[in-house]
């Protein structure tokens, strides 16, 4: 990554997120097909929450990208969420600069999404597009789990169910009570299995892409996820460390604050010392003097 790093921060980074079955792989092989149509080459990394071995996702995803298999500019990885060091979060963002760096023109990154750690997943995109899906009660748990704030674009997949119009105004009326500045989600419906309205969903990507730029947002953006990405390292480190200064043999036979100030000090903080790291220092006598 050291070496990789400045040759990224090029790529348009798509992340399509939703409950289980809204069709966000089905979705992601048709915009990869749109992508590919416009001459640009495409990477699609598909999370798995779960262990691959559990369920079928991997080999369902396999099957929905197959058309994609011998084509040289599109390049798939799944990853399960399970066993990485360092976490999912942590994976995927090493993942995507590595796709970026490769030079893939847009990178798509599919996780289910229902909770923080997804949320967490959507920050790595520049646009977030959240699938939802008609006559399923878990599209409207979705919205209320907070996933309506960090959604770019809303996906109203499999259009051709007789509920789709009860979801679009479900939809609606949550964006409704929302104060959105600057940036209004689009609202899409497609039939992923078709690659009906595969047009309007990259239209609107790429109006979002264009806000972004235009906004000054892409490049705090950049800033914000480079920033997650330092403290998540940082934080796993820090967190390796303290499990291991807890040994009890530390903390034996005094009270929690004393032996909080003795694991810190391993980690070279002194007692009365500020959050930032700067010493707090005495009042100057004088004002205390004015004080009293
Ligand atoms: N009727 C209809 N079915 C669809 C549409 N899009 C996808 N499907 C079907 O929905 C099912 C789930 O599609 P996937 O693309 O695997 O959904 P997913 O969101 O990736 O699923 P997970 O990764 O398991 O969460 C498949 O059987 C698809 O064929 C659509 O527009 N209309
Ligand atoms: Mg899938």
């Not at 990394?45 to 996702?57: E, H, L, M, Q, T």
């Not at 798509?108 to 920050?123: F, H, L, N, P, R």
């Not at 209320?144 to 960090?150: F, P, Q, T």
């Not at 595969?198 to 800033?223: P, Q, V």
Request: no cysteine; glycine share 10%.
């Amino acid at each position: 990554m050291r070496h990789l790093f400045l040759k990224t921060g090029r790529a348009v980074t798509v992340g399509v997120t939703g409950p289980p079955g809204v069709g966000k792989s089905t979705l992601s092989s048709v915009l990869v097909r749109k992508v590919r149509s416009l001459g640009k080459s495409v990477g699609v990394i598909s999370v798995d929450p779960s262990s691959p071995f559990s369920n079928g996702a991997l080999l369902g995803d396999r099957i929905r990208l197959t058309e994609h298999f011998t084509d040289k500019d599109v390049f798939i990885r799944s990853m399960a969420s399970r066993g990485h060091l360092g976490g999912l979060a942590g994976a995927t963002a090493d993942a995507v600069l590595l796709m970026d760096a490769f030079g893939k023109d847009v990178i798509i990154i599919e996780t289910v999404g229902v909770g923080q750690s997804e949320i967490e997943i959507a920050d790595l995109a520049q646009t977030t597009v959240v699938v939802l899906q008609p006559g399923s009660g878990d599209s409207v748990q979705v919205l209320k789990a907070g996933i309506l704030e960090v959604a770019d674009i809303f996906v109203l997949n499999k259009s051709d169910h007789p509920m789709a119009n009860q979801l679009r105004r479900e939809i609606r009326s949550m964006m409704e009570m929302l104060d959105f500045s600057g940036w209004v989600p689009e609202l899409v419906s497609t039939q992923a299995l078709s690659a009906a309205g595969t047009d309007d969903l990259w239209k609107a990507i790429e109006k979002h892409r264009a806000y972004l730029e235009s906004s000054g947002e892409m490049a705090h953006k950049r800033r914000e996820a480079f920033t997650h990405q330092v403290r998540q390292l940082a934080l796993g480190r820090l967190e390796r460390r303290l499990q291991f200064e807890l040994r009890s043999e530390v903390m034996a036979g005094i009270d929690p604050y004393a032996a909080a100030e003795r694991v810190l000090a391993a980690f070279g903080m002194q007692g009365g010392e500020d959050d930032n790291g700067a010493v707090r220092r005495p009042k100057a006598r004088a004002s205390a003097k004015g004080l009293h």
